[in-house]
């Protein structure tokens, strides 16, 4: 049972959208995603299928719609060339209440 006293059936498994950028640490963003999976969670990649929508809204849409965030950066955090900016800058932005993790322990 969540915090609003819903409980779920196994078709609504909780969400957790996991972003990075798309070249950087492949290898943890595919352990991030088999840690989701074993623990019966639905992991949400922005790179997961195509899609007649662009960019933008797609990765709001999936960030609002999962119930957890787990940000994965190294050295760029989703900035490309150019002035524009990549969908990951607003990440914290778009959610509802995404938090970064408090590492500094008890």
């Keep these: 049972m969540d915090k609003s006293g819903v409980i779920r ?3 609504q498994r909780v969400r957790v959208f996991i972003s990075s950028t798309l070249t950087e640490l492949a290898a943890e963003r595919r352990a991030a ?3 989701v999976t074993q623990l019966r969670l639905v992991p949400v990649m922005f790179e997961l299928g195509a ?19 787990v940000g994965i950066y190294w050295q760029s955090s989703g900035r490309g ?26």
Excluded: E, M, N
């Design 9 to 11: 059936t196994p078709d």
């Design 33 to 35: 995603r088999d840690a």
């Design 51 to 69: 899609r007649p929508y662009p960019p933008r809204p797609v990765y709001q849409a999936y960030l609002a719609q999962s119930q957890i965030f």
């Design 81 to 106: 060339p150019g002035p524009a900016t990549a969908p990951a800058s607003p990440r914290f932005a778009a959610g509802p209440a995404v938090q970064p993790a408090d590492r500094r322990g008890p």
